[in-house]
């Protein structure tokens, strides 16, 4: 069964500081992966999606993931983090069998960003 | 282009009585899904529509949940009757279609309070 598993609750950086978000997927076959950002009273917004080809994957806002499929990870990074980015963030996983797409998301990661 | 509308936005009812939640989908959109997503969790699937057709309710608590999308455009989703643990906020996503690469756009979500 596939699953999610995102580690850090809360994190906390300093605006322009550089970012990491961790997440961890499980998966039988090749896996369809994505972030998405959700504001608060916001619906969630899709940042970046990587289903084949290039591991490092660009997305929306400067941010960037990288596929690691010997981690079965695959982490969120931004170089300068914005205060605007404050923010909770998924990661989920795509079930792409017979051409559904049913998402599974991990528990999310709150970003404060601190001035 | 208008996003994927809800309605309403927050609700707060008694436990018992029945709530009806409402979404309109992207124009063009022929797949619908609703969401439940907890306190500080991620959202899960509750139901998943190919145009008029639920596709995927496997998750639908169906003795007290229901959904319908007759013309298959925009969708209902009910509860009857609530209980305490039914609070949560009600997320709906469209697509195009139900392929893995295409992107769902989520709406802002209705919060529920039960009582």
């Known amino acids: 069964a596939q699953s999610v598993t995102q580690p850090d609750i809360h994190i906390t950086v300093s605006e322009g500081a550089s970012l990491e978000l961790r997440c961890n997927y499980s998966?039988?076959?090749?896996?369809?992966l994505f972030w998405y950002v959700q504001s608060p009273g916001q619906g969630l917004q899709l940042l970046l999606k990587?289903?084949?080809?290039?591991?490092l994957v660009q997305g929306i806002k400067g941010f960037e993931a990288e596929f690691k499929r010997s981690q079965s990870s695959f982490n969120l990074r931004k170089p300068s983090v914005h205060w605007s980015d404050a923010a909770e963030y998924f990661c989920?996983?795509?079930?792409?069998?017979?051409?559904?797409?049913?998402?599974?998301f991990g528990t999310g990661t709150r970003l404060t960003v601190i001035p | 282009e208008a996003g994927v509308v809800q309605s309403p936005r927050y609700k707060i009812i008694e436990k018992k009585q029945p709530v009806a939640f409402w979404c309109n989908p992207i124009?063009?959109?022929?797949?619908l899904y609703w969401y439940l997503q907890n306190l500080g969790q991620g959202p899960e699937l509750l139901i998943r529509?190919?145009?008029?057709?639920?596709?995927?309710d496997s998750q639908l608590p169906k003795d007290r949940f229901s959904a319908e999308r007759l013309k298959g455009v925009d969708s209902t989703l009910k509860i009857q009757p609530a209980e305490l643990g039914d609070s949560a906020v009600y997320l709906c996503?469209?697509?195009?279609?139900?392929?893995?690469?295409?992107?769902?756009?989520f709406g802002p979500g209705t919060r529920l309070t039960v009582l």
């Open positions: 996503a469209s697509s195009v279609a139900g392929a893995p690469s295409d992107e769902q756009f």
């Open positions: 998966y039988g076959a090749t896996p369809y």
């Open positions: 990587y289903f084949s080809g290039d591991t």
């Open positions: 989920a996983v795509g079930a792409g069998q017979t051409g559904a797409n049913n998402l599974f």
């Open positions: 124009s063009g959109h022929n797949t």
């Open positions: 529509y190919e145009n008029e057709e639920a596709v995927d």
